[in-house]
Antibody, heavy 118, light 106 residues
Framework: QVQLVQSGAEVKKPGASVKVSCKAS????????INWVRQAPGQGLEWMGW????????GYAHKFRGRVTMTRNTSTTTAYLELSGLRAEDTAVYYC???????????WGQGTLVTVSS | DIQMTQSPSSLSASVGDRVTITCQAS??????LNWYQQKPGKAPNLLIY???NLETGVPARFSGRGSGTDFTLTISSLQPDDTATYYC????????FGQGTRLEIK
């Protein structure tokens, strides 16, 4: 069965970077894009960007350009989200989700809570 | 950027009621509109894709309509398990979500 399993919760200080992983299984990793969506406490969903695991091509939301990097390791079928220059407002649950060319998200990871606090 | 506006922000309805949530896009997105259900502490779950297509395994009481800028998600007969927050999402130009509609059972 399709699964996206994310890494555990993180606590970071302002200005630091965080790297969240998303391990895919149960399907051909390179067939579907991986997107990242975050949700601040009590707030709605915010799209961050996408990555094509086959080519490594990426596209980022304007808000995060310059601070976000999405990468992958095809041998371990794992996608990564790295966010730098963390601030308190980046405290959120970060989700990975798969989609077929910027369409809809049929499988999601369980979410990773990133807390930014001094 | 395309802005998505949902209404209402929250609603309360009784079991068996017909419930409709609306989503308006700031520009024409044809039918590139999806709906998700999210329960507390869980990842969102896809309900409807491309405006009116029911995702496999989703109960038939959920339906979606619309095109252009105006869309609706309807639950034909509300069930206790439908308590959740519902989000619309466009994929016409990049991705953006509505702000969510919190649905409670009276």
């Amino acid at each position: 069965q399709v699964q996206l399993v994310q890494s555990g919760a993180e606590v970071k200080k302002p200005g630091a970077s965080v790297k969240v992983s998303c391990k895919a299984s149960g399907y051909t990793f390179t067939t579907y894009d991986i997107n990242w969506v975050r949700q601040a406490p009590g707030q709605g969903l915010e799209w961050m960007g996408w990555m094509n695991p086959s080519t490594g091509n990426t596209g980022y939301a304007h808000k995060f350009r310059g601070r976000v990097t999405m990468t992958r390791n095809t041998s371990t079928t794992t996608a990564y989200l790295e966010l730098s220059g963390l601030r308190a407002e980046d405290t959120a649950v970060y989700y990975c989700a798969r989609d077929l060319t910027s369409s809809w998200y049929d499988y999601w990871g369980q979410g990773t809570l990133v807390t930014v606090s001094s | 950027d395309i802005q998505m506006t949902q209404s209402p922000s929250s609603l309360s309805a009784s079991v068996g009621d017909r419930v409709t949530i609306t989503c308006q896009a700031s520009q024409d997105i044809t039918t590139y509109l999806n709906w998700y259900q999210q329960k507390p502490g869980k990842a969102p779950n896809l309900l409807i894709y491309d405006a009116s297509n029911l995702e496999t395994g989703v109960p038939a009481r959920f339906s979606g309509r619309g095109s252009g800028t105006d869309f609706t998600l309807t639950i034909s007969s509300l069930q206790p398990d439908d308590t959740a927050t519902y989000y619309c999402q466009q994929h016409y130009d990049l991705i953006s979500f509505g702000q969510g509609t919190r649905l409670e059972i009276k």
